[in-house]
């Protein structure tokens, strides 16, 4: 984890060298700067556009199908966007130097990148599992323990997410888990006026 809040990963594309990543369920692909991506057989883009980030980065990209390294374990070709150009500021400055790229996890995300993880196994019928303590991602289910809960969906889950504020009443609310560096909030409604200050 870095700057409390953002899971961070290496990975290779292309056969480049190793980048720190950002694993972020609130979006979907993954995106990376031109200058992170490996050269010796790349081939002819598939696609090209604009995309951007909540929070203050757009870029040009092209998309490309090329394999990615995590971990020493390569896939299949894999539709990636190459970031050409960003304004107003770079990945590296928008992710506060912590990582280079961004890799969503989100199905039910609206982008900005292509479906780039569907083929790996296990993403999006058993999730992702973030272990901080032994500082590990895991693509698949949790393989530690039976799940206190499950919900439906991701980010977004289907169904309602029950909230309790300082042992008060359950209220419920839609949720969004969004692993992308934010602390989260909460609807302002549920909370009194001492709570507030």
């Not at 604009?50 to 390294?69: E, H, R």
């Not at 995300?109 to 973030?130: C, M, N, R, W």
């Not at 698949?140 to 029950?162: E, F, H, K, R």
């Amino acid at each position: 984890m870095q700057g409390v809040t953002e899971p961070v990963l290496d990975l290779a594309v292309n056969g480049g060298s190793q980048v720190p990543v950002l694993l972020d369920s609130g979006s979907d692909g993954l995106v990376i700067p031109i200058q992170d991506i490996g050269w010796q057989t790349l081939s002819f883009p598939v696609g090209l556009g604009f995309g951007s980030y909540s929070g203050g980065l757009d870029y040009f990209y092209l998309t490309f199908d090329m394999p990615v390294n995590f971990d020493g374990v390569e896939t299949d070709t894999l539709p990636v966007d190459v970031a050409i150009f960003e304004w107003p500021t770079t990945f590296q400055g928008f992710l506060a130097g912590y990582a280079d790229a961004i890799l969503g996890t989100g199905p039910d995300s609206a982008g900005p990148g292509p479906d780039t993880i569907a083929s790996l196994p296990g993403v999006y019928d058993e999730g992702v599992y973030i272990n901080e303590a032994a500082g590990q991602v895991e693509f698949g289910a949790n393989p530690d323990a039976t799940p206190l809960y499950t919900l439906a969906g991701g980010p977004i889950p289907s169904q309602d997410v029950y909230v309790s504020i300082d042992g008060g009443p359950l209220h419920a609310v839609q949720a969004d888990f969004d692993s992308g560096g934010v602390f989260g909030t909460i609807p302002s409604n549920l909370l009194t006026s001492s709570e507030i200050n």
